[in-house]
């Protein structure tokens, strides 16, 4: 079976790297100097340093010859999925397209599952999430991941072809729920970041997570997908990795704000566009998000971090 990665940030290289262990893996960049690069040095060096490439990874600048393969991985930042697919996929393309990326388009508050359904209706659409560093995936450390996709067939297909030695995939059906756990657990990783980046302490963040986690699954029931999806690695476990570690790019965000430090804005954070569309998309339904409503604001700089952690602290006491 032949697969590609389209993108070759950590996440895709490292996805790449893993599924090389299994057969002939090919990995598109789209910038032709960084594929030279890799292929000169034999390794990722913007991106994984230190990490060998397989001899049986290709790589390649060439669209069209990356499109020629039975499953397509698609790691490309979640604000630009919609244009690249325009660009790239045609619209009766009846390819295996699995969305490796996290968060709701701003514009349209669409996930990657649906972004794909709309640029390709007849292709089978999926989405791979769930708790990962690139950096342990690469490294062949153990990591367990959800696949989701509507059919159940394509999805048992797509679970064997793309389980590894390091990579273990569960399956669901439940694509809207593997979706707004992968987006929203990076917005409760931001206001997590802010507590212990303003010295709220340990505590603070054990509370954040826990109402961020029960936040997220309010939403999800609204929206109708299963609770019980939130409840798996593509919900608490993606929450509890990317609250605790410093290696999460949204949590390093929340320690920037929490601190009053300068965070470098070039960097991916997809929290923050998360943040926004999900206020956008909860605005008139009613479904009470506290923590993304916080977290939307802090980083559109009309609240400061005392006021809004006061805030959270000093709502109505409830049955929990």
Known sequence: MKISVLGAGAFGTALAISLAGKGAVTLWARNPDHVAEMQATGMNMTRLPDVQLPVNLSLTGDIAHALVADVVLLSVPMQHLAGFLADH?????TANLVACCKGFEVSTGRGPVTI??????RATAAILTGPSFAADIAR?????LTLACASDAAGQMLQQALTTQNLRLYRTTDTQGAELGGALKNVVAIACGVAIGAGLGQSARAALMTRGFSEMTRLAQHLGADANTLAGL??????????????????RLGLSLGAGNSFDHSTTVEGAATARAIVQMTRASGVDMPITQTVARLLDGTADVPTSMAALLSRPLKEE
């Open 140 to 144: 062949g450390l153990p990591t367990a």
């Open 234 to 251: 593509s919900g608490f476990g993606d929450l509890v990795l990317t609250c605790t570690s410093e290696q999460s790019r949204n949590y």
């Open 116 to 121: 794909i359904r709309d640029a390709a209706p």
């Open 89 to 93: 996929i045609p619209q009766g393309s």
